[in-house]
């Protein structure tokens, strides 16, 4: 549950064996590599293997309806020439298939007309045809224009009007504008269209019989992958003359495999810790049931090198924010009976197994809150019977529910700022944050102190502590000499810019009443869609019953997934906003290992 500890590593070889020396490195694959000297651009390359290419071509083959049995073994196979014919056959179908819905819309809009085929202009002399589609209601106003036109078909809405005259009918003469219907026949644009069809199931066929060669192409996918990296390590390291030197951050924990080829190999190795100043990627090291948090950490941002892993603390606030957003221990037992099912599939790997345990967790916590809350699918118990007795809140004491919340919500952000302060390496601005506490937990006292009874000494105690905490924000937040005149104006300065945080400290804290309106809005709408079904039980007879559980089944489906909505997205950003905002400093970038992603031989 930590950052990976790294160390800077330089090696040095024979550059004819440059090559053969990265092929060992990527085989150990523990080497995040840091250039040495800048890539060319792509242009100025060698063209290289393009596995992205491959990707597209096991994309198409993979989204095909029926496939073949693939190929384990196969002497033909040519991962250029199956590509090419992939690619080749989308390329042409995605082709035919525009003109498949072109002609398709060309034909529905002839049909009306009939099968014909236009005379040539020889036979017409100096007359031309000019077709037009007029609603019914305008045909009146066709008949006082004198024109030469003939009705060739009429349904319920339009007249389909052909006009003979040598120049277009003028705008104001129609009440349309003319319609153009190609120069080609019903029957052969039908013919077309068939000819289209054949092909499109030619190459469906020749898609299927592609298909074989999915599994060759997925191990070609790795290898062509592996190929392009080992290129750019290649492009990334320094030649001096007959030598070459590559460099990048390993794990503390690897270095002995390092060392190990180093000696076998006769390299030259240098090790360095890394400095102050310097950003080494990020690798965290998390164990099975904190992958999922890791996974949420990762996606949103990684915290800097010199920061603190922050996902066992997700772990818990996310599962405790969500309990409280549902606050509904029906819908936590429907959610742990889903999760029953699916157990067995939420095991095919580590990453599926860690979000198992976190929605173990949430699920439990949830099933356990909305014990407390004492409501279930809506409704409360009975006074007196056994779940009753396990109610401890009302979820409609509404000065309880946000004195927890914001309770919460300190601990919350007490939480951050102490793990700030613990990974902050000047002992001078470990006092900011730990100021902030002071100053959180203080101002929480000072709050709840009406809630108790009256203690002056409390009072006294919870404005102490406010007093120290904005003294140590306003005297730590700059680093200049306090001895000096320019020094003290400095960190005045620094500090009332860092006070004036204070609003935005309130600010977050308020934001934790979301927990208490979310889980309360949920009840309501769970209240209200019981209160529906129950008046169409009593009030329906015969169909009432079906109509109410219609009701209970719908009302309480879209209320589940406005939960799981609420749970989700609010979960996270009390997570991603609040908590990152006082207890992250820094961004990181991810730890990318040169190994290899295909087979080995």
């Known amino acids: 549950m930590s950052i990976a500890r790294l160390c800077k590593i330089t090696l040095y070889g024979l550059r004819a064996e440059k090559r053969t020396v990265l092929g060992w490195l990527q085989e150990l694959g523990c080497l995040h590599l840091t250039p040495l000297k800048e890539p060319l651009p792509e242009f100025e390359e060698q063209p290289p293997e393009r596995p992205e290419t491959v990707y597209q071509a096991l994309r198409y083959l ?288 580590t990453r599926a197994r860690g979000w198992r345990v976190l929605a173990t967790v949430t699920v439990g916590i949830a099933l356990l809150w909305g014990v407390l809350v004492g409501v279930y699918f809506g409704e409360t118990p009975e006074p007196g019977s056994f779940l009753a007795g396990l109610q401890w809140i009302d979820m409609s004491d509404f000065d309880r529910m946000m004195r927890i919340s914001l309770t919460i919500g300190v601990l919350h952000l007490v939480t951050a700022n102490l793990s700030r302060a613990r990974q902050e390496r000047n002992l001078r601005q470990r006092f900011v944050p730990l100021g902030w506490t002071l100053l959180l937990l203080g101002g929480l006292l000072y709050w709840l102190l009406p809630t108790f009874p009256a203690s002056r000494t409390g009072e006294v105690v919870a404005q102490t502590m406010m007093v120290i905490g904005a003294g140590g924000v306003f005297l730590f937040s700059g680093d200049a000499d306090w001895r000096t005149l320019r020094g003290v104006w400095r960190n005045c300065t620094a500090g009332l810019m860092r006070l004036w945080s204070v609003s935005r400290l309130f600010g977050d804290v308020l934001s934790y009443l979301r927990l208490f309106a979310l889980g309360l809005a949920g009840s309501a709408l769970a209240v209200t869609f019981n209160g529906l079904a129950r008046t169409h039980f009593a009030e329906l007879a015969g169909p009432g019953l079906l109509v109410g559980l219609l009701v209970l089944l719908a009302g309480h489906s879209l209320n589940l997934a406005l939960g799981i909505m609420s749970c989700v997205v609010h979960g996270l950003r009390l997570n991603y906003i609040e908590f990152y905002a006082w207890g992250i400093s820094g961004e990181g970038r991810p730890f990318r290992a040169f190994a290899r992603q295909g087979w080995r031989p």
């Open 62 to 349: 993979g989204d095909c309806p029926r496939k073949r049995r693939p190929l384990k073994h196969s002497e033909d196979f040519d991962l250029d020439r199956v590509v090419e014919e992939t690619l080749l056959n989308r390329d042409r179908s995605r082709e035919l298939c525009d003109l498949r819905d072109l002609l398709l819309e060309r034909i529905g809009n002839l049909e009306p007309w009939g099968n014909f085929e236009l005379p040539d202009a020889a036979e017409l002399g100096t007359l031309r045809l000019w077709f037009y589609q007029v609603p019914v209601g305008s045909m009146q106003s066709l008949l006082q224009e004198g024109l030469t036109w003939q009705s060739v078909h009429v349904d319920s809405r339009f007249h389909y009007v052909v006009v003979i005259s040598e120049e277009e009918p003028p705008m104001d003469a129609m009440p349309v504008p003319r319609i153009h219907i190609g120069g080609k026949s019903l029957a052969d644009l039908r013919e077309e269209l068939e000819e289209v069809e054949r092909e499109l199931e030619d190459l469906q066929a020749e898609r299927e019989s592609l298909t074989r060669w999915l599994y060759l192409l997925r191990r070609n996918l790795a290898h062509a992958a592996d190929r392009a990296q080992l290129r750019r390590a290649e492009r990334i390291a320094l030649d001096a003359g007959e030598v070459f030197a590559i460099q990048g951050w390993i794990p503390l924990s690897r270095v002995a495999e390092i060392q190990e080829l180093v000696a076998r190999q006769r390299l030259g190795l240098l090790l360095e810790e890394p400095k102050c100043e310097e950003n080494p990627p990020i690798l965290l090291q998390n164990p099975v049931a904190f992958t999922a948090a890791q996974a949420l950490v990762e996606f949103y941002q990684l915290p800097g090198y010199w920061s603190w892993d922050p996902s066992p603390v997700i772990f818990f606030s996310f599962a405790l924010f969500a309990a409280m957003i549902l606050s509904d221990a029906g819908y936590a037992a429907l959610f742990g009976v889903g999760l029953a099912l699916g157990w067995r599939r939420l095991g095919g790997s």
